[in-house]
């Protein structure tokens, strides 16, 4: 089944402690991307990959890594969360069509 | 101003009505439309694209755009429970996405 998985999808953590939030995918798309969810600001691109160890910043990159080291994972780095970084967080891959493929969401708190 | 605006909603139905969602986008250089559908607890998925301006129909949704207005709308007909949703336009041009903030719909049964 084609799909993106990422890790984990529930995570309460504190100010400070660093964090990585993994996602794959298993359709061999070359371009993947993070999101951040938050009520009334919709969908904010976080950064995107175009392939591997190619990467950019999106809309709102402050505060966060990523790295593509395969083609099949993206991991989303927090060095040192803070609290307004506590959002809903989708990680996406696309095809060459450029329809979008959604992760299930990761819900994180930090305290 | 925001790149996409998205009408808010909330929508509120009952099942049969004709359910119409909306948004406006400023920059011409957007080709592509779209319109995701997300469940609560889920990831968007897709559910109409398109590029030309006119009408697409697909099943009960009919997506609308208009790029001399920079309008889109989508459009349901015949609603379900099932359709209970939050509605997310996005539109994408010279590699850039963006969503509107969304629009929650509830068909009630």
């Known amino acids: 089944e084609a799909q993106v998985t990422q890790n984990p999808r529930y995570l309460i953590t504190v100010t400070g402690k660093k964090l990585t939030v993994t996602c794959s995918q298993n359709m061999n798309h070359e371009y993947m991307s993070w999101y951040r969810q938050d009520p009334g600001l919709g969908l904010r691109q976080i950064y995107y990959?175009?392939?591997?160890?190619?990467?950019d910043k999106g809309d709102v990159p402050e505060g966060y890594k990523v790295s593509r080291k395969e083609k099949r994972n993206f991991p989303l780095i927090l060095e040192s969360p803070s609290p307004n970084q506590t959002s809903l967080y989708f990680c996406?891959?696309?095809?060459?069509?450029?329809?979008?493929?959604f992760g299930e969401g990761s819900r994180l708190t930090v305290l | 101003q925001k790149e996409v605006e998205q009408d808010p909603g909330p929508l509120s139905v009952p099942e049969g009505a004709i359910v119409s969602l909306n948004c406006t986008y400023s920059?011409?250089?957007?080709?592509?439309f779209m319109w995701y559908r997300q469940y609560s607890r889920k990831g968007p998925e897709l559910l109409m694209y398109?590029?030309?301006?006119g009408n697409k129909e697909d099943g009960r949704f009919t997506a609308q755009v208009d790029k001399s207005s920079k309008y889109i709308s989508l459009f349901i007909r015949d609603s379900q429970p099932s359709d209970s949703a939050t509605y997310l336009c996005a539109i994408s041009g010279d590699y850039k996405l963006s969503f509107g903030a969304g629009t929650t719909v509830t068909v009630r049964a």
């Open positions: 920059n011409s250089a957007f080709q592509y």
């Open positions: 990959s175009m392939n591997v160890e190619v990467t």
């Open positions: 398109t590029y030309s301006s």
């Open positions: 996406a891959s696309s095809s060459q069509t450029g329809e979008l493929f």
